[in-house]
């Protein structure tokens, strides 16, 4: 399969998740999502996911950078389940909080953040491509 049939298949998945996506901009596609911006009268919850995605036809390996940054303040109550599993320098990481600030029921997070690499990885590896997750920024951007 060659790269833009890839890229298809991977921007498909994403739509059908609900994933906001750029094209060709810094890489092949970039992720900026804003999952979760809450806030109540004593404090507040952000969960912010960046990822970059390039695809390297001469090597045939798509090569994805990512990063979730997590923002929690102030006073709540609430209770929630996090897991996250590693496969190579991949992390699987799945979601589900529920907080209550002082007027009630504040925000109810329900992520699979792993799905992300799951969709980019599958469609790599089911066209005879390689995936890889970079550490730096800059190799998964052109």
Known sequence: MDKQQILAQITQAFTKLGITFEQG???DLAIHQEFVNAGWST???????DAFIRL?????KVLMWQKTAEVRSGTSFGG???????????????VKI???GPEGKTVEVD????????TVKD??????????TVLMQGKAKY
């Open 98 to 100: 529920v907080q209550y």
């Open 56 to 60: 390297d036809e001469g090597g045939k």
């Open 123 to 132: 469609a790599a590896k089911q066209n005879g491509w390689k995936f890889h």
């Open 80 to 94: 929630g389940f996090e897991a996250s599993s590693q496969s190579g320098a991949t992390v699987f990481r799945k």
């Open 25 to 27: 901009t810094e890489s």
């Open 111 to 118: 992520l699979d953040l792993g799905a992300i690499v799951k």
């Open 43 to 49: 404090g507040k919850m952000k969960i912010k996911y």
